[in-house]
């Protein structure tokens, strides 16, 4: 992926590094490598800020411990794009529950995950958007 990443850079295709960058902040929240994590958001973010690669930054920090950081873009992410259900059904969701569970503390399963999805007939067909069922 390093090599792809820097194929990317090189062409100035910011878009596809950025996503590239997310993935590999993401492997190396995974496997517990939280400084190199960091610096590959970092790095994401740097090179572009969009709905494809930002819910996966931000899983990326939550699981390496930067609440604030994840956070930010998850309300960032809500804010620019409030009927995007991957973001607001998905990885928002995601991200709060990672964070409350490095706490320790216990939250409400209600709270962060207990969605229903309203289907709705729209102009273009079926749309769907998440509810909130607490």
């Known amino acids: 992926m390093a090599q792809a990443l820097q194929v990317f850079e090189s062409n100035k295709f910011k878009d596809s590094a950025a996503n590239v960058a997310a993935f590999l902040a993401l492997t190396e929240a995974e496997v517990g490598n939280f400084p190199a994590a960091r610096r590959q958001a970092t790095a994401s973010v740097a090179l572009s800020a969009t709905r494809a690669n930002l819910p996966t930054v931000a899983v990326a920090l939550a699981l390496a411990g930067d609440s604030s950081g994840a956070r930010g873009l998850i309300d960032d992410l809500k804010r620019r794009y409030p009927s995007d259900f991957q973001v607001n059904g998905v ?44």
């Open 91 to 134: 990885f928002g969701p995601l991200v709060e529950a990672l964070l409350q569970s490095a706490t320790g503390i216990p939250q409400q399963p209600s709270k962060l995950c207990n969605q229903r999805v309203a289907m709705t007939w729209g102009p273009r067909g079926v749309s769907s958007l998440p509810t909130c069922v607490a």
